[in-house]
């Protein structure tokens, strides 16, 4: 009989998440927690974001239907100024009430009322661009810094394993690896952030641009129809 086989069989290291992250160097449990919270902070804006998208487009696509119905602007303004508004409502209702603040008052200016109404949709839509891209450059923030964040970790890590090697003068890959499996851990956290944040950023960053254009795109129909009804004003009181 081989006296090698009669030797104890070392025990397998333990290569599990748990184990992964407990026996890391504090400074890489740092990193590795932080990095978590940046992935559920990413996922909660992704959640969020996409119910809002999703929002603000069921909310146009109604509107536009209502708009182009032919119901009186009157009726659709008194409507959507008793509550709150957002999206392609407060583009419509930021334009009606300039619109009603000319000729409900003095009656003067309705010369220059065509760009007041052009200047008060542009302020509107820039809001509401704001509105609906918030919190995306989070995104695009945890996107481009994780990966260098848990590298940063790992770095750390294999700088304490190859300490710890150095005082043990023992460089057996069963020794090695575990210390190196712990941090590259941390680059694998990093990935794990900043893949969907990356992916959602672009897509989200995709909707927002399309709901500001349809939102343009309305807002420069409206005014067309405005601007003619000023003309026809002016005409018959000329």
């Known amino acids: 009989m081989n006296p090698a086989d009669l030797a104890p069989v070392a025990a397998a290291p333990d290569m599990s998440v748990w184990h992964l992250f407990w026996q890391a160097h504090i400074v890489v449990k740092l990193v590795m927690i932080g990095l978590l919270a940046a992935s559920i902070w990413s996922w909660a804006i992704i959640v969020d974001k996409t119910l809002l998208f999703a929002r603000t487009k069921r909310a146009m696509d109604r509107f536009e239907e209502t708009f182009w119905s032919g119901q009186s602007l009157e009726d659709l303004y008194r409507g959507l100024s008793q509550r709150a508004v957002s999206g392609m409502d407060a583009v419509f209702v930021s334009a009606m009430r300039e619109w009603k603040r ?131 004003r002016l005409a018959h009181a000329a």
């Open 102 to 232: 000319s000729f409900e008052g003095s009656g003067r200016g309705v010369a220059s009322l065509s760009q007041r109404i052009d200047k008060v949709l542009d302020v509107t839509i820039q809001r509401e661009a704001e509105r609906l891209e918030s919190k995306l450059l989070v995104l695009a923030t945890i996107g481009s810094s994780a990966p260098f964040i848990g590298l940063f970790g790992t770095v750390w890590g294999i700088m304490n394993s190859f300490t710890a090697i150095a005082a043990s003068k023992n460089t057996s890959l069963a020794v090695v690896a575990p210390g190196i499996a712990e941090a590259l851990f941390a680059t694998a956290i990093g990935l794990f952030a900043a893949i969907p944040a990356v992916i959602a950023y672009n897509k989200l960053q995709a909707q927002a641009a399309k709901a500001v254009g349809r939102l343009e795109g309305f807002a420069d129909e409206f005014s067309a129809i405005l601007s003619r009804q000023i003309d026809e």
